[in-house]
């Protein structure tokens, strides 16, 4: 059949199934007829979800992905048509039902050390984190916090005194948060000088 310009309609379909069970990827099976000048970009649409799965190198392929972040339910796969560079086109060709996001992981091994007046905080990068928010409490009145991809920081002046309360999050790219990990720092008790002998 053709359209009203005088081109062939575009033809493409497809479905989705688990890639294996228990697995969190999904695999696209297209079947696209070939026209001249054509290419098919194929697209995932959630609520609040949306990324490009890839494009089609034939008439029929696969195409692996991860679900999109976003809430969870059903999700549309569009195939995006363009005819000599231009966009002709959207056509559904599945229907899938995504599961609900993953949290990241707690964040674990954090550890916090001091050295000199400094306080190092280290932790184990966390599974589903892309940054990380930091909290700290100090007994001389500071209090921190701050968002960042590295898995440390060190914080200055720290007094032997002074007393400590950090909190690491794991946090996704839409901010998603994971469980809080906490770890306290003691104060340092002075060192006791012996007197020597006269």
Known sequence: MKSANGLDEPKVTGSVRRTKPGSSTRTLSYNVT???GQQVTFAEQGKAAVQILGRARS???TLRF??????GGRHKVIALVSSYGKPRTQITVATYVAPAP???ARVTRLRARRSGTRLAVTWARAANAKRYEIRATLSDGRRLRIRQAAARLTIPAVARATR???TVTGLKADLTR???ATVKVA???KAIRKATPA
């Open 178 to 180: 994971g469980k809080a």
């Open 34 to 36: 070939p026209l001249p």
């Open 164 to 166: 400590a309360t950090i």
């Open 102 to 104: 993953r949290r990241p």
């Open 66 to 71: 991860t679900p999109a972040d976003g809430r």
């Open 187 to 189: 104060a340092q008790k």
């Open 59 to 61: 008439g029929r392929g």
